[in-house]
Nanobody, 118 residues
Framework: QVQLVESGGGLVQAGGSLRLSCAASGIIFSIHTMNWYRQAPGKQRELVAFITSGGSTRYTDSVKGRFTISRDNAKNTVYLQMNSLKPEDTAVYYC????????????WGQGTQVTVSS
């Protein structure tokens, strides 16, 4: 049974920091690209950052220089360090594990709420 369990969300003031964690089980974690998505009320889910199995990272423009994604394959965990948070970062953040291109497989966590007050 595959499980992705996010933690670390909460309420923070603008300019503050949070670190999200996503612990995976039931998959070979090291071969998956790990993604962080977010969905704000009334908006579509958007990809925030990803880290490949080889450690390459990419970020959406709005978080570049503020967020850092990392992974610890020994702990089957991916992290999202979020600094200089803004009210527009308020959303539910979801962890995703992705594998394959021709026959892609995706697993999702339940989400964790991040609220940034102004």
């Amino acid at each position: 049974q595959v499980q992705l369990v996010e933690s670390g969300g909460g309420l923070v003031q603008a300019g503050g920091s949070l670190r999200l964690s996503c612990a995976a089980s039931g998959i070979i974690f090291s071969i998956h690209t790990m993604n962080w998505y977010r969905q704000a009320p009334g908006k579509q889910r958007e990809l925030v950052a990803f880290i490949t199995s080889g450690g390459s990272t990419r970020y959406t423009d709005s978080v570049k220089g503020r967020f850092t994604i990392s992974r610890d394959n020994a702990k089957n965990t991916v992290y999202l360090q979020m600094n200089s948070l803004k009210p527009e970062d308020t959303a539910v953040y979801y962890c995703n594990a992705h594998k394959g291109s021709t026959w892609p497989i995706d697993y999702w966590g339940q989400g964790t709420q991040v609220t940034v007050s102004s």
